[in-house]
């Protein structure tokens, strides 16, 4: 339970967070506890067996317009509400701009701590703020942008000491003058999408993305998985090209940097390693960088299959894959 990979894992306590007006206490709480950890929806997280943390469940919930201008719309969500069911409802409002991360496991709250990002859209550009609870300093504070010092699959609170904070709400920034971002591939030559030109609509985007998704990646309560297990890594120029004369079919796509990031799922898959398995786990038939647990899998049987396929993968393409969920020990 509480985690989408599905592995078992006990901790000395678990409390549910619902509301603002119980963050001092969980504060006192926390200082009874050798640490802190805050769980959303658990699908970005790799769980050990036992736990020496209090887990904070957060369940909190609301959805308002803090505010409206001539050319946007500020909306806030508490921390605990679905991903998913936010984008839905803000589209129902006429609130469009989250829809190429339609489909995404988890809450709200999780979404900037990676940066979740799909379909050519990551969270920071439309983020507003994050309003986060400081477990031990005890005060609560409105981070923007800059300070959350977002970056691909990553941000300010994927690091430090754990158990610091807890977000409590995310404010996002939505533009009224709504355009489709379709440089994804798969968006790009997407029927319905092409077909539609100039008069495309969100709920359009919307739907694509929701059919590509499940289509490609398997949905955690079935199969239990937390997504891409990896990042695709970001090599030098002159890597990419050592790798390119060796390979000619690698997927790469040029960064803004100049560096090239490249498609693990790629490496993976011509690694030989899609649809595998390794004991109770796997790599995906239809999305190599996803880990799915067939059942009754540990932790070790994570980490034995991860290493195997970081192994082939750099002795293959000397590209070193990096663990995209939050490892909790
Ligand atoms: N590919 C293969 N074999 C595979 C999987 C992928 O050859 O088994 C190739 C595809 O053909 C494509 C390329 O690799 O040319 C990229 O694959 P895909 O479009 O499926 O996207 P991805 O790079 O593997 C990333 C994100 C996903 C996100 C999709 C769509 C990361 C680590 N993953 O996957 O995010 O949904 O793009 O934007 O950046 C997640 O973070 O948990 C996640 C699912």
Known sequence: MFNTLGLHSSAPALVRYTHPDQLPDLSRLAGDYENAFVLGGGSNVVLAPSLSSLVVTVQSRGIRLVSETRTEWIVEAQAGESWHDFVAYCLDKGWPGLENLALIPGTVGAAPVQNIGAYGVELKERLHSVVAWNLQERRLVEMEGDACRFSYRDSFFKHGPAGRWLIVAV?????????AVLDYADLHRHPVLSAAGAAITPRQVFDAVCELRR????????????GSFFKNPIVSAASYRVLYDAHAQVVAYPQAD???KLAAGWLIDQAGWKGRRLGPVG????QALVLVNYGGATVTDVMRLADAVRADVVARFGAQLEQEPIFVS
Do not use: C, T
């Not at 289509?215 to 937390?226: E, F, I, T």
């Not at 790599?283 to 239809?286: A, F, I, L, N, R």
């Open 215 to 226: 289509r490609k990646l398997p949905d955690p309560a079935v199969l239990g998985n937390a």
């Open 283 to 286: 790599m995906h038939d239809q």
């Open 171 to 179: 404010r996002f920034r939505l533009p009224k003058r709504w355009e």
């Open 258 to 260: 100049g560096n090239y």
